[in-house]
C-alpha cells in the first residue's frame, strides 16, 4: 500500500507535495478504501454512530457580491429576492425545536439590511428562547468589531468557506473587490473571537486542479478548524459557469476521508452538494468520514429561491419530512440521528 497514505494514517499530517501525491491515488479503489476504513474508525472512536444535525436557515437571498460560481450573486437578475423577518425566523427554529434540531445555521448572501444591531437583536432572540441550543452563522465576511458583536449577542459558530487557497483560482473565482488574504484574516480573526470555525471549499470549481486541492488541505491543517464544509461545485445556469462540468462525487468523498484523517474531531458534513450530485450521496459522504448532516429549516415558499446551484435537492418538502427522510437515510448507512448541539470535541 501506498507510503503517504500510511504516512497520513500514522502521523494525521503531511506536506503539500505528500498530499498531492495521495491525491493523484483518488481513482484508486484500494486507497480510497484504505483512507475511508482510517475515516470511519476515527469518527466511530470520538463520535460513535452518531450523526450531528444543524438546521439550516437561509434567510436572505440578497448579496453584495459577485461571485462567478453563485446562483445568488448581486447581478443575478434572474431570481426573486427575498428575506425573513425576525418572527419569521423564529418561527422556523420552533418548527426545527420540535423535530429535535439543536443547532440552527443563519446562512445567506451578504445583505446590507441585516445590519450588526438587527443581526444582534435576531442572535439574541434565538438565544433566548432555545437556550440549550448552539447558533450557527454564515453570512460571510464582516470586520473584526461586527464578529465580535455578533460573539457577545451569544453566537457560538460561524462558517466561511475559504472557497480556495491558491490565491489566483480565488481571483478567477471572484471580482477584482473580494481577496484571499480577506478571507483568511476573517478566519483567524473569528477563530481568536472564540468562535467554534468552519473552513471549506468546492471539489471540482473550474479551474481547479489537485495542486489546488493540496493547498487547501495543508491550510486547513494550518487553520485547524473545528468544521470543514466540502462540497462538489455544481453549474448554475445564471452564471459564467453554466456550461462547466459539475466536480466528482468520488473525489469529494476521498477528500472527505483525508480531512477526518487529518483532523480526527472536525465536524464534517455530507452536504446538499453531495446528494444533489448523487441520490445517495450523502450516505456515502457518511460511509467516508462525515458526521454531520445540515437538512433545510427554511420556509418551503422561500427555497427554491436561495439556489446557489441547479438542481438543489430537498426544496420541496416540509422540516418534518427532511427529518424523516435524513434519519432513515441516516439509518439505511449504519447510524443515528441524535438530539444534541453537537459541539466539536477539545
Ligand atoms: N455568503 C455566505 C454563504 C455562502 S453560500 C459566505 O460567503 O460564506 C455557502 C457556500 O455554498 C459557499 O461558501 C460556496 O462554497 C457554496 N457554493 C456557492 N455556489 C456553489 C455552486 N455553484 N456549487 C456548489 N457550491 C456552491
Redesign the pocket.
Given at each position: 500500500m501506498m507510503r503517504v497514505a500510511d504516512k497520513l494514517i500514522e502521523q494525521h499530517c503531511l506536506t503539500k507535495a505528500e498530499y498531492l501525491e495521495l491525491l493523484k491515488f483518488w481513482q484508486d479503489s484500494d486507497v480510497a478504501k484504505r483512507l475511508s476504513e482510517e475515516a470511519v474508525r476515527l469518527r466511530k472512536e470520538y463520535y460513535g454512530d452518531k450523526v450531528f444535525t444543524r438546521g439550516l436557515i437561509e434567510f436572505t437571498n440578497y448579496?453584495r457580491n459577485n461571485c462567478y460560481?453563485?446562483?445568488i450573486h448581486r447581478d443575478n437578475n434572474n431570481i426573486t429576492r427575498y428575506r425573513l423577518t425576525c418572527d419569521e425566523i423564529m418561527e422556523c427554529c420552533r418548527a426545527g425545536y420540535e423535530l429535535g434540531y439543536r443547532t440552527f445555521v443563519l446562512?445567506?448572501?451578504?445583505d446590507p439590511y441585516y445590519t450588526d444591531e438587527k443581526m444582534c437583536e435576531i442572535i439574541r432572540s434565538i438565544k433566548k428562547d432555545f437556550s440549550d441550543c448552539a447558533l450557527t452563522l454564515?453570512?460571510?465576511e464582516k470586520s473584526y468589531e461586527s464578529y465580535r458583536l455578533f460573539r457577545e449577542a451569544g453566537a457560538d459558530r460561524y462558517?466561511?468557506?475559504h472557497?480556495t487557497a491558491d490565491c489566483s483560482l480565488y481571483s478567477s473565482l471572484h471580482p477584482d473587490e473580494m481577496k484571499l488574504e480577506t478571507r483568511i484574516q476573517c478566519l483567524y480573526n473569528l477563530k481568536s473571537l472564540g468562535y467554534q470555525v468552519g473552513a471549506g471549499f468546492?471539489v471540482g470549481a473550474p479551474g481547479q486542479t489537485l495542486e489546488h486541492l493540496a493547498e487547501d488541505l495543508a491550510f486547513l491543517q494550518e487553520l485547524r478548524p473545528q468544521m470543514v464544509g466540502i462540497?462538489p461545485?455544481?453549474?448554475?445556469h445564471d452564471t459564467i459557469y453554466a456550461d462547466e462540468k459539475a466536480g466528482s462525487v468520488e473525489l469529494t468523498l476521498f477528500l472527505l476521508s483525508i480531512i477526518r484523517i487529518m483532523l480526527p474531531k472536525v465536524m464534517l458534513p455530507a452536504t446538499t452538494?453531495l446528494g444533489t450530485m448523487d441520490p445517495l450521496g450523502r450516505e456515502k459522504g457518511l460511509q467516508y468520514g462525515a458526521n454531520v448532516v445540515m437538512p433545510n429549516l427554511s420556509p418551503v415558499k422561500n427555497r427554491k429561491m436561495y439556489e446557489?446551484?441547479d438542481n438543489k435537492i430537498c426544496t420541496g418538502e416540509e422540516a418534518a419530512e427532511c427529518r424523516g427522510c435524513l434519519g432513515r437515510r441516516v439509518m439505511s448507512a449504519g447510524y443515528r440521528l441524535v438530539e444534541e448541539r453537537g459541539d466539536a470535541l477539545e
Open positions: 448579496c460560481y453563485c446562483g446562512q445567506g448572501g451578504e454564515s453570512i460571510g462558517l466561511l468557506r472557497e468546492m462540497g461545485f455544481i453549474p448554475h452538494a446557489l446551484y
